[in-house]
């Protein structure tokens, strides 16, 4: 555990819920003294007390703990606010719609910031009728390589796992995707609204149409 839980935030939940320390205490079976002395930190709670207190102030664990209050504004959220986690122990990747407590493997993760893409991460996007064809130009080591490419409308989002070794590529449906995600193991999350991403939409679709013809050309005479 890295952090416990402060007299700090105690008392800033205990007053959100308008009881007075009394009132606290009756409902954990301790005395309003043993209250006073956690928020005053001249004592800490014990350990077996920590579930108890969070079902008292309607909360989890993990927030009582960590200090980070998540109120439900989430209701309502757009899927391109969402926020990413990954592990830096397993490398899991975890997705939240708006603000949120993440654990995994011990460690509280923090949203990753997003970036635009830069020289090193080029990303090629493509429109083939109902889809957007996504390409990165870059390594697929086992060591360095794109985790994950998303692509996220207002409701919606998709997202493709990508492995070491394999194609930094994927097919998105169009379905309203404004913006597309994509995550280096190395450097982090990089983004790029849809129609930035497009070099010459307007024939795309054509070029890519003769480009298909030529490759199923080639696979027969060649093999």
Known sequence: MNQYVTGTTIKELRERKKMTQAEFAAKLSVSDKTVSKWETAKGYPDISLLEPIAKVL????????????ISNV??????????????????NVIHSMGEAVINCHGAQLIPLECEETDENHMI???KIEDEYYVRIDHDMTKTH?????????????QMIKLYPEGSAEARLKINGVKKILFYCNRDGLFSIDVLKGIHDKECSYD?????SELEKVAKMIFG
């Open 58 to 69: 309607e909360i989890s664990v993990t927030e009582l703990i960590s200090g980070n209050m």
């Open 124 to 126: 090629f996007i493509e």
């Open 145 to 157: 390589y794109i985790s994950f490419v998303a692509g996220l409308s207002a409701d919606k989002i």
């Open 207 to 211: 070029d890519v149409k003769e480009r």
């Open 74 to 91: 989430n209701v309502s959220a757009n899927m391109q606010r969402s926020k990413f986690y990954t592990c830096p122990v397993c490398g």
